[in-house]
């Protein structure tokens, strides 16, 4: 029988020009006119799941972006692995930032750099090329279902619904998700948890029109300056924030837990050093790690105003938008924090503006007990691969879908991640290790091995 890495050797270029005619996709889903795009991502999600060995696969309609549903059921009796996750990818913009054209794959220095290439077209498919060595050698020895959506980098709006609808079809024992990444590639990590999202649009409009900054400056508020002011206010000097309630549910982990999490290999200069940053800025009292995994956050994601062209435009502008977020920890509720938020915000706007905040997304958080028998099979797969047992983290990223995943159909994620911090995902340069993207797929089958062993 061809062992998993005879198999890898024979078809790794196969491998890689599969995966390029699916990055080549540029399936935005926060960008209507790449809607035709999302079609053909599903479309290509389908024939790949067929080629690498489902029974079935189709593509299914929601109120937003298609899902890719495939199945292989061998014995109903026997186990089942729901594999989620997927096809959409966040903006490219700025593009004059990237080195290479983002939606064109390109290898270089050992990696795959392309949007998409890491989160989660490559993370996506790595499950994919192992099902299918497992169903080609006769070693699957479980049934599997994927569930490949379109919606992800803009909150899985449509996914809850298409879930409730699909409740039977998606029976499963486990889920199993590649969308995270390790802390390093010799340091394997599998998250145990993963932040909430609270996710806002802000408008402050002034006067009816732009105006000339020397005539009226000075006896005119200024609504990108009245802005900028209000959302500094949103955090106090001790990187506390400062929304009446919003720490209320916060769920506090113990000294113990704390303790643990303070083991994980962590080098504060290297991190520093790698960001081009000179010191780390935070809430006071929590380490770095604690700051990004355990503790709930209040960011500006985007911020304009008045001219941003070329050269000068002396003008006091109208209006200015920003868009924020908040990371949420457990306990937590998106819903309550999104109109605790709003209602404050609006409340505290100076007489001579007027604002406005849209809530646009948002999901609760996600953790995931080491003690379930999932985990230790994950466990075990990483441990024969990178040779020592991994780190369970908590991640400051969200994917709101898990925890929707757990209220609406009664199954736990297991969150095995292969992706590195400096793989720039959501970022211009995104890129994928050829040696991570591998190592993948010599891991996941291990996880069956050991999930399915009596």
Known sequence: METLDQYIETNKERFLSELFELIRIPSISSEEQHK????????????????????????????????????????????????????????????????????????????????????????????????????????????????????????????????????????????????????????????????????????????????????????VANPANVLCKMIGDMIDDRGHITIPGFYDDVLEVSTEERTKMAKAPFDLEVYKKSLGIKAVHGEEGYSTGERTGIRPTFDVCGIWSGYTGEGAKTVLPSVAYAKVSSRLVPNQKHDKIAELFKTYFESIAPEYVRVKVTYLHGGPSYVCPIELPAYKAAEKAYEEVYGKQPVPVRSGGSIPIIATFEEVLGIKSILMGFGLGSDAIHSPNENYPLEQFFNGIRTIPLFYKYFTMK
């Open 36 to 219: 035709p795009d999302m079609y053909r991502c599903a479309e290509k999600w389908k024939s790949l799941l067929l080629a690498a060995g489902a029974d079935r696969a189709e593509v299914y309609e929601t109120k937003g972006n298609p899902v890719t549903y495939g199945e292989k059921i061998i014995d109903p009796s026997l186990p089942t692995v729901l594999v989620y996750g997927h096809m959409d990818v966040m903006p490219v913009d700025p593009v004059d930032l990237w080195h290479t054209q983002p939606f064109e794959p390109v290898i270089k220095d050992g990696r795959i750099w392309a949007r998409g290439a890491d989160d989660d077209k490559g993370q996506a498919f790595m499950h994919a090329k192992a099902f299918e060595y497992m169903v080609k050698t006769g070693n699957l020895k479980c049934n599997v279902k994927f569930m490949i959506e379109g919606e992800e980098e803009i909150g899985s709006p449509s996914l809850p619904e298409f879930c409730r609808s699909h409740k039977d079809m998606l029976k499963a024992d486990i889920i199993l998700v590649s969308d995270t990444s390790m802390i390093a590639p010799d340091v394997p990590s599998i998250t145990t948890g993963l932040r909430g999202l609270a996710y806002w649009e802000i408008e402050v409009k002034g006067p009816d029109a732009d105006l000339h900054s020397g005539i009226f400056g000075g006896a």
